[in-house]
Nanobody
Framework: QVQLVESGGGLVQAGGSLRLSCAAS????????TAWFRQAPGMEREFVAY????????LYADAVKGRFTISRDNAKNTVSLQMNSLKPEDTAVYYC????????????????????WGKGTLVTVSS
């Protein structure tokens, strides 16, 4: 069973950038699909970005497309989210997620979520 720990959150001004990282342990990371989700105050958790186990396929929510980039390093057991041109509406707790059911597509995980979750890291974007 994989454990996930996020880092890199913080306070940034609108238009700025942050890079989130997620460190995985306790499993064979390269056999898991991974994704980032977020939850704003008073809102439901929502999908942000997905990357398949090899890193060759990605999927983004429309709200972040062109601004965020997901990547992974299977040798280091990490997945990252580079966030540029941040907006106040990007303020949320960001969660790293992983799932061994790699036969499912990113669209599936976008809709139904994943099996393993980190505890989240807070990103606050000031206007």
């Amino acid at each position: 069973q994989v454990q996930l720990v996020e880092s890199g959150g913080g306070l940034v001004q609108a238009g700025g950038s942050l890079r989130l990282s997620c460190a995985a342990s306790g499993g064979t990371f390269s056999t898991y699909a991974t994704a980032w989700f977020r939850q704003a105050p008073g809102m439901e958790r929502e999908f942000v970005a997905y990357i398949n186990r090899s890193g060759g396929s990605t999927l983004y929510a429309d709200a972040v497309k062109g601004r965020f980039t997901i990547s992974r390093d299977n040798a280091k057991n990490t997945v990252s989210l580079q966030m540029n041109s941040l907006k106040p509406e990007d303020t949320a707790v960001y969660y790293c997620a992983a799932d061994p059911r790699t036969y499912y597509s990113g669209n599936y995980f976008q809709k139904y979520g994943m099996n393993y979750w980190g505890k989240g890291t807070l990103v606050t974007v000031s206007s």
